[in-house]
């Protein structure tokens, strides 16, 4: 299973960037998918999440900016990232929760995009 993610890019802040990840792999079933990030000398935290139903998970810090939305057919997933903010800058990653067995799954990651925001 391979994950790439694209979209990172410098922007300026109030502006917008849609990320995208493709997951690969023969006959891959793909549970939940979300995106997480990193900021220099931070932890990894999750930004957002959605399930093959399309619920959706977001942090306090993005909700009504960041919309994640995903296409089941494609095992593709994006985050649309609005109203961005010097704070949101970070290395973005994606993550998605293949199922490898009856009952069991393994967490694949990307590679990570670079999301800046200049003030």
């Known amino acids: 299973v391979q994950l790439q993610a694209s979209g990172g890019g410098l922007v300026q802040a109030g502006g917008s960037l849609r990320l995208s990840c493709v997951a690969s792999g023969n006959g891959i079933r793909v549970r939940e998918m979300g995106w997480y990030r990193q900021a220099p000398g931070n932890q990894r935290d999750k930004v957002a999440s959605i399930t093959s139903g399309g619920s959706t998970n977001y942090a306090d810090s993005v909700k009504g900016r960041f919309f994640i939305s995903r296409d089941n057919r494609k095992n593709t997933l994006y985050l649309q990232m609005n109203s961005l903010k010097p704070e949101d800058t970070a290395v973005y990653y994606c993550?998605?929760?293949?199922?490898?067995?009856?009952?069991?799954?393994?967490?694949?990651w990307g590679q990570g995009t670079q999301v800046t925001v200049s003030s």
């Open positions: 993550s998605a929760d293949v199922w490898v067995g009856y009952a069991a799954t393994k967490v694949y």
